[in-house]
T-cell receptor
């Protein structure tokens, strides 16, 4: 299957600082990338969807000024958590999908565990 | 919105067969996915159904009935390593979106006992 990488895998930051998480598709061109967050023992919650070169579409209740998403190329998307607070501590997972919809699988990165102190 | 419902927990013994059900309601159905997720890790793809019927992949099979809004994941010859959360997800093209977002159920935590 396709490979999606995320960096860093774990990050601890102080309240008020910003953190950038990178998501890369390693062996295919990801026309669409998705960012999810997951709290312990809860399901994945979609935060935003982005197409390469376009502005991200955010889900209701997700602050676009706080969670900045950039999808500048077909293999890289970044999520920046600005002015992080302890309640932003969570498991952030990116997912990538190639062109077209029919039969196209969605591959997940290994996730980034963010802890804000 | 999407209503995706699956049991919270299930238990089974090694070597047994277990069926995890998932029901959904969506306006623009474009496929149903099953993922496996071990604690602290990202989900891994198991299966994809877009047409009615059964898809078999080794010990895992997935079934879909679009008219009933129903799917199940069947795990055979259970092994201890199959203990994980199993996530049902629906791709929805509703509300004019062409991005085909994936919506997840809460997941079913399966525990396999020796």
């Amino acid at each position: 299957g396709a490979v999606v990488s995320q960096h860093p895998s774990r990050v601890i930051c102080k309240s008020g600082t910003s953190v950038k998480i990178e998501c890369r598709s390693l062996d295919f061109q990801a026309t669409t990338m998705f960012w999810y967050r997951q709290f312990p023992k809860k399901s994945l919650m979609l935060m935003a969807t982005s197409n390469e070169g376009s502005k991200a579409t955010y889900e209701q209740g997700v602050e676009k000024d706080k969670f900045l998403i950039n999808h500048a190329s077909l293999t890289l998307s970044t999520l920046t958590v600005t002015s992080a607070h302890p309640e932003d501590s969570s498991f952030y997972i990116c997912s990538a999908r190639g062109g077209g919809l029919a039969g196209s699988e969605q591959y997940f990165g290994p996730g980034t565990r963010l802890t804000v102190t | 919105g999407q209503n995706i419902d699956q049991p919270t927990e299930m238990t089974a013994t090694e070597g047994a067969i277990v069926q995890i059900n998932c029901t959904y309601q969506t306006s623009g159905f474009n496929g149903l996915f099953w993922y496996q997720q071990h604690a602290g890790e990202a989900p891994t793809f198991l299966s994809y159904n877009v047409l009615d019927g059964l898809e078999e992949k080794g010990r895992f099979s997935s079934f879909l009935s679009r008219s009933k809004g129903y799917s199940y994941l069947l795990l055979k010859e259970l092994q201890m390593k199959d203990s994980a959360s199993y996530l049902c997800a629906v791709r929805d093209l509703g509300r004019g979106s062409t991005l085909g977002r994936l919506y997840f159920g809460r997941g079913t935590q399966l525990t396999v006992w020796p």
